[in-house]
């Protein structure tokens, strides 16, 4: 594979990888922030280990890892994927005076549509979870629950970004290892790895606990139903398509901005396409 064909390719996967991201990743973080909104008025949260750490200051180290994420993002020199002086100039035409935080900004917001259109299944996600403590016998389990959600939903976060490179790395035959590292920036590992240790010392009687065939069917089912909700094709490209036309203000035109919308659904039909002859 030639040179150009190379970074042609990755400029596609890059496009990919942000709609997938886009999606898995802020819908997960905004269930993060709707649980430590519950988890601080949660008095297991304020509670100290025998060491000394306040359970609490695990929620708050992976929401000071977000920010950085975040920072990293618009601001990194390598693999800039935000960075609105690096876009092609037929790209950067269409788009009116804004900046890279702009753009970022544009971008996180497909997932608070797809978050805001899904919050049903979060919620029936919760009650799973709820229902769970409950029956054995946890304190304070709404409070507690919202953590196990969230870390459930960034572990989806995380699972999206492996499946969407994996996939990438098999149609392009770039290797899988060297797309990681190009966009490892957009993977929330490390934050889950800190809620998750936060939620273990929440619930600590839980950290390898085996729930029951019924509990962990209705898990599975829930967690099964709100994957295929934030990877289903016509969701995330309706969600875009919405996006696009609450962001007007970042587009050149209105002109650009109806181009953009009506990119966003012939390349939905394309992929639909795709979907329904591998079937």
């Given at each position: 594979?030639?040179?150009?064909?190379?970074?042609?390719?990755?400029s596609?996967?890059?496009?990919?990888?942000?709609?997938?991201?886009?999606?898995?990743?802020?819908?997960?973080?905004?269930?993060?922030?709707?649980?430590?909104?519950?988890?601080?008025?949660?008095?297991?949260y304020?509670?100290?280990?025998?060491?000394?750490?306040?359970?609490?200051?695990?929620?708050?180290?992976?929401?000071?890892?977000?920010?950085?994420?975040?920072?990293?993002?618009?601001?990194?020199?390598?693999?800039?994927?935000?960075h609105?002086?690096?876009?092609?100039?037929?790209?950067?035409?269409i788009?009116?005076?804004?900046?890279?935080?702009?753009?970022?900004?544009?971008?996180?917001?497909?997932?608070?549509?797809?978050y805001?259109?899904?919050?049903?299944y979060?919620?029936?996600?919760?009650?799973?979870?709820?229902?769970?403590?409950?029956?054995?016998?946890?304190?304070?389990?709404e409070?507690?629950?919202?953590?196990?959600?969230a870390?459930?939903?960034?572990?989806?976060?995380?699972?999206?970004?492996?499946?969407?490179?994996?996939?990438?790395?098999?149609?392009?035959?770039?290797?899988?290892?060297?797309?990681?590292?190009?966009?490892?920036?957009?993977?929330?590992?490390?934050?889950?790895?800190?809620?998750?240790?936060?939620?273990?010392?929440?619930?600590?009687?839980?950290?390898?606990?085996?729930?029951?065939?019924?509990?962990?069917?209705?898990?599975?089912?829930?967690?099964e139903?709100?994957?295929?909700?934030?990877?289903?094709?016509?969701?995330?490209?309706?969600?875009?398509?919405?996006?696009?036309?609450?962001?007007?203000?970042?587009?050149?035109?209105?002109?650009?901005?109806?181009?953009?919308?009506?990119?966003?659904?012939?390349?939905?039909?394309?992929?639909?396409?795709?979907?329904?002859?591998?079937?």
């Open positions: 594979m030639g040179k150009e064909n190379i970074i042609d390719n990755i596609k996967i890059a496009s990919t990888m942000k709609l997938s991201c886009g999606v898995g990743n802020n819908a997960a973080w905004l269930v993060c922030l709707e649980a430590n909104d519950h988890l601080k008025r949660c008095s297991l304020r509670r100290s280990t025998k060491g000394g750490y306040r359970i609490g200051s695990g929620f708050k180290k992976a929401l000071k890892m977000y920010k950085a994420y975040e920072r990293n993002l618009i601001y990194t020199s390598e693999s800039r994927l935000f609105v002086a690096d876009m092609p100039a037929a790209t950067r035409k788009y009116g005076d804004i900046t890279d935080r702009d753009y970022y900004d544009m971008w996180s917001s497909i997932g608070c549509r797809v805001s259109d899904t919050k049903p979060i919620t029936s996600l919760w009650n799973k979870y709820r229902k769970i403590l409950e029956a054995h016998g946890k304190k304070e389990p409070a507690v629950a919202w953590s196990f959600t870390l459930a939903c960034l572990k989806l976060a995380c699972n999206i970004y492996d499946a969407t490179l994996k996939s990438c790395a098999v149609e392009t035959n770039i290797s899988k290892k060297l797309l990681s590292k190009i966009f490892s920036q957009l993977s929330l590992r490390e934050i889950a790895k800190v809620w998750e240790s936060a939620t273990d010392e929440l619930a600590p009687e839980f950290v390898g606990k085996q729930l029951d065939e019924i509990e962990e069917k209705n898990l599975n089912f829930g967690l139903q709100l994957l295929e909700a934030w990877t289903d094709p016509h969701s995330i490209f309706s969600a875009t398509k919405t996006n696009i036309a609450d962001f007007s203000e970042v587009f050149r035109t209105d002109g650009e901005m109806k181009k953009a919308i009506k990119g966003a659904d012939e390349i939905e039909k394309i992929v639909e396409k795709e979907l329904n002859q591998n079937k």
